[in-house]
């Protein structure tokens, strides 16, 4: 158990949330208010020395009539000048050489108060274009496309920088709305759904924080391929696993994408939560008596108890999200 300033995650939570980040620099943290989503970014942050003070930690709230990128990367006035956007201003900064290897994090709160496909459109299309240069840094394509801002503009050249992460928290009710698969496809997603109120802590903990680059949260392989290399024998156990998946949700027309192998490469031992967790993501749309089924085949690929089957499948059947 992780207590901060009084508030209260697992170890699971922790690590969960730090892997997600250094396989992919775009996170969702969904679930219901009050389970301290919007506070593990800040606080994290801030254990790294992300905060307000030095720039490197921005909450941006997102607004319900927001229809475009223009609120987050600029717009041109009637003198056809550009007005840059809170995500392009922060985008330029991180992207400075001399900040090029410090982590800064944006938590765009509430992010599904407007359609994520709207005004994320460009973003979620640019980190897709992600590589390797040369040089050994991860580059995407350019933000603004070629005739958008003239040549030599400040921002014409402006990519995502490798150092650069996006966390959005998500509270599902009524008034906000659902992800599109485009958006799912291109994120890793947290669910917190429990307020751990018998486990309270009134205890202020003074933890200073550390002075980490960005090489803990950078990335070492962007595909199955570039792990070869490094593991092959590793990667081929991943992939024969996921093989298996695929054969039984092959028969809905589900799969597991390319982006959940690089997340599973990362693990050594997937936990029975976590099995559930990547489940609920490939079944979002399925019927339950369908997803009963997949279920218990899936669970039966993995390396746990019947016991935590057994768990597994009660809380898959008793959440009403799927």
């Known amino acids: 158990m992780c207590i901060f300033r009084g508030f209260i995650y697992t170890y699971e939570d922790i690590c969960n949330f730090y892997l997600c980040l250094k396989t992919k620099p775009f996170l969702i943290l969904a679930g219901i208010s009050g ?8 606080l994290f942050s801030e254990a790294i020395n992300a905060n307000n003070d030095n720039n490197r930690y921005r909450i941006i709230s997102v607004k319900p009539d927001w229809t475009d990128s223009t609120e987050l990367f600029g717009y041109k006035n009637i003198s056809d000048s550009f007005i840059p956007g809170p995500l392009t201003l922060i985008l330029d900064e991180a992207s400075r050489p001399e900040n090029v290897n410090k982590p800064y994090f944006i938590c765009l709160d509430e992010m599904n108060l407007a359609r994520v496909e709207h005004y994320l459109s460009e973003y979620l299309s640019i980190i897709e274009s992600r590589g390797f240069k040369d040089n050994g840094r991860i580059e995407t394509d350019k933000i603004f496309p070629e005739g958008y801002l003239p040549t030599g503009h400040k921002y014409y050249n ?21 992800f599109s698969r485009k958006v799912l496809d291109r994120v890793n997603t947290i669910e917190f759904s429990e307020v751990r109120l ?60 390319t982006s959940w192998q690089d997340y599973l490469k990362s ?38 108890s019947p016991e935590a089957v057994e768990i597994t499948y009660k809380r898959f059947k008793e959440d009403h999200t799927l």
């Open 35 to 42: 389970t301290g989503k919007s506070k593990l970014v800040k």
């Open 158 to 178: 402006l990519r995502i920088p490798e150092n650069l992460y996006i966390i959005g928290t998500v509270n599902m009710d009524d008034t906000t709305f659902a």
């Open 267 to 304: 693990l050594d031992k997937e936990s029975y939560r976590q099995a559930f967790d990547i489940l609920r993501k490939i079944l979002l749309e399925e019927d339950m008596d369908y997803a009963d089924k997949v279920l218990k085949e899936t669970l039966k690929h993995k390396s746990i």
């Open 198 to 257: 018998e486990e309270l802590d009134f205890t202020e903990e003074n933890i200073e924080p550390l002075e980490l680059d960005n090489s803990i949260l950078k990335t070492r392989f962007l595909s199955l391929k570039d792990a070869l290399s490094f593991d092959r024998e590793y990667v081929r156990k991943i992939n024969s696993k996921i093989i298996e998946l695929n054969n039984i949700l092959s028969v809905s027309n589900h799969h597991f994408p």
